[in-house]
């Protein structure tokens, strides 16, 4: 997996097999969020003012989310 963003590489198994939310955020110019709900906590992966790294890793995310939901 070729990601942009080191920590969301290193979180996206996790965010994957928990099945923890994500989505598209402006946090310090734009962002991936994250929402965990056990325990509740809020993280924000930052890119500044970089949205085509911040989208590239969103797809992937997504993408990923989508094969393990379909396998």
Known sequence: MIF??????????EI???????????VGGYS???E?????SH???IYYEDEK???SDFDLLSQLRFNHVTS
């Open 4 to 13: 942009n963003n080191k920590e969301v590489k290193a979180m996206a198994t």
């Open 16 to 26: 994957v097999e928990k099945g923890i939310d994500f989505k598209k955020g402006t």
């Open 32 to 34: 991936i969020e994250i």
């Open 36 to 40: 965990e709900r056990d325990p509740e």
């Open 43 to 45: 993280t924000s992966f």
């Open 53 to 55: 790294k911040r989208d």
